[in-house]
């Protein structure tokens, strides 16, 4: 009878240490912007006391209006330069923080990425013969760092609905070069109708979904606000037998923060840091104990950690506000 009861035990016990793996899978993440400073452990720190696992380095290629068929990449200074991505990669991998490695492309002027287009064919072959150049050399450093995650595309809306074939070669192109695995960050709005999912390991959704009326939106009410998008993407990660990975996702610390996530043309919003805190930890417990759900990447976390953020900023890091302390809770739960 002893042996009996010390065996169920043992099986109690094992049972318990797989639901902690279980939850512990979770791809805890902050989107780690660029900055003309090199990266040393001190940055790091920040990150490890805030239980964060993952963090998307992000490089960009600029285009400008009068010549959109270039991108142009790796000619900014440090901040923007594949040098600056191996010290920022290594610095992270060095401290056990994984990586998404995510470059994006920036518009001159702060237009809209979803909405580029080209004229006419020729123009067509010229941006995608460029993109194809900037996306592949960055496969490139995914590889030689040997990161995570690798992300072909940031919001290109017309873009992926207009030359779908090129994008379906682009990516056994990049699979060539990196054997790690691969999302597109599609928009919120977006996502569903992205014809390449079948070809990359998660279904990459920036998260900036409307959730909320109110100005100062209590976790109940930002619950119920995901409960119609959230069902949505159930349906869709089923359907394309894969998980929802937020590729950002975050709130600024302002009034009537989720009525649209997306907005960052409000410079004078009140600062509210209880709305942006209330709808953070509402995604969490929306989302961060669903099988289908990988996890996700906070928008934004700066490598200054003492030097931004605070009681008094209205943008969307979570640094030195309450926020923090809701992404700490939960990232130490998962």
């Not at 995608?128 to 040997?146: C, N, P, V």
């Not at 990196?178 to 990359?200: C, I, M």
């Not at 942006?276 to 976390?301: H, L, M, S, Y």
């Amino acid at each position: 009878m002893n042996s009996f009861i010390k065996l169920i035990a043992l099986l109690l016990i094992c049972q318990g240490s797989y639901a902690q793996k279980k939850n512990s899978g979770k791809i805890n993440g902050v989107s780690f912007v660029s900055n003309r400073s090199a990266v040393n452990s001190t940055h790091i720190t920040p990150l490890k006391n805030v239980e964060a696992n993952y963090a998307a380095v992000m490089p960009f290629g600029f285009i400008s209006i009068e010549n959109p068929t270039q991108v142009r990449y790796n000619r900014q200074g440090y901040s923007e330069t594949k040098e600056r991505g191996h010290n920022y990669i290594g610095q992270l991998q060095t401290r056990g923080i994984k990586v998404m490695l995510k470059p994006h492309l920036w518009i001159r002027h702060g237009q809209y990425t979803g909405h580029l287009t080209m004229q006419n064919e020729d123009d067509w072959k010229a941006f995608e013969d460029s993109y194809r150049i900037f996306i592949l050399d960055y496969a490139k450093l995914a590889q030689i760092e040997q990161v995570n995650i690798f992300s072909i595309g940031v919001e290109l809306e017309q873009f992926v609905a207009s030359r779908p074939n090129y994008w379906r070669k682009l990516i056994k192109e990049v699979r060539a070069i990196y054997k790690g695995k691969l999302t597109y960050a599609s928009n919120w709005d977006e996502y569903s109708r992205v014809p390449f999912w079948d070809q990359l390991d998660y279904i990459g959704i920036d998260s900036y979904f409307p959730i909320s009326e109110m100005q100062t939106p209590t976790v109940a009410q930002a619950k119920k606000g995901w409960e119609r998008w959230k069902q949505e993407m159930v349906t869709f990660s089923q359907l394309q037998k894969r998980q929802v990975l937020f590729t950002e996702w975050g709130y600024r610390s302002m009034d009537y923060t989720g009525k649209e996530p997306w907005a960052t043309h409000r410079e004078e919003g009140k600062v509210n840091l209880e709305a942006q805190a209330n709808a953070t930890q509402a995604v969490f417990e929306t989302f961060w104990n669903e099988d289908w759900f990988a996890g996700g990447f906070v928008w934004k976390w700066f490598i200054h950690h003492d030097q931004v953020g605070g009681i008094e900023n209205n943008r969307f890091t979570p640094q030195n506000k309450p926020a923090q302390e809701v992404i700490k809770k939960y990232f130490e739960k998962y």
